[in-house]
C-alpha cells in the first residue's frame, strides 16, 4: 500500500469517527419550558379506552397547585384523585375535555402546600387510533412560604 492509499483509509475512518461521535452524542429528547416556580411532576401515555394512570410523586415538595398539559390528541378527563403523603385525598368534580397543546384549569391544592403522594387519573384520548395518542404532563406550583 502506498502512502496515499493509507491517508484515504485513515481520514475516511476518521471522518466516520467524528460523524459517528456527533449523531450518538446529539439529544433527541426535547426541551419543556417550565414557568417559574412550576416543577415538572412527570407524563403519561393515554390510551384510547378508558384508561386509568397513576403518577408517583418521589419528591416531598410541597405544592399549592397543580395543572396539566396535554399533548398530541385532545383527551376526556373524567377523574381525578390527589392523594397526599399523609392520606387525606382531593377528588374534585371534574369531567372535561382538554384539547391538544392546551393547559387544564389549575386545580387548588391549599394555600400551605401539600406534599403529594401520587395523582389517579381516569380519562381517554378522543379520536383516531391512526393518529396517535394523548400525552399528559403535570406540573406542580411550588409552595412558597414568602409570599
Known amino acids: 500500500m502506498n502512502i496515499f492509499t493509507c491517508r484515504k483509509i485513515f481520514i475516511s475512518y476518521f471522518l466516520f469517527a467524528l460523524i459517528f461521535t456527533g449523531f ?7 426541551t ?3 414557568e417559574e416556580g412550576w416543577d415538572l411532576l412527570g407524563e403519561l401515555k393515554v390510551d384510547f379506552g378508558r384508561d386509568r394512570d397513576i403518577l408517583e410523586i418521589l419528591r ?13 390528541k385532545e383527551i376526556r378527563l373524567n377523574e381525578l384523585k390527589v392523594v397526599y403523603r399523609n ?7 371534574i369531567d372535561e375535555t382538554i384539547a391538544a397543546d392546551q393547559f387544564s384549569r389549575i386545580i ?6 401539600k406534599e403529594i403522594l401520587r395523582i389517579e387519573f381516569r ?4 379520536g383516531s387510533l391512526l393518529t396517535g395518542r394523548a400525552k399528559v404532563i403535570v ?4 409552595y412558597n412560604p414568602g409570599y
Open 24 to 30: 450518538s452524542c446529539s439529544s433527541s429528547r426535547r
Open 32 to 34: 419543556l419550558a417550565v
Open 60 to 72: 416531598s415538595t410541597r405544592y399549592t397547585n397543580i395543572k396539566f398539559k396535554v399533548e398530541g
Open 87 to 93: 392520606g387525606d385525598k382531593l377528588e374534585p368534580t
Open 108 to 113: 387548588e391544592l391549599g394555600p400551605e402546600g
Open 123 to 126: 380519562y381517554r384520548t378522543v
Open 139 to 142: 406540573f406542580g406550583k411550588r
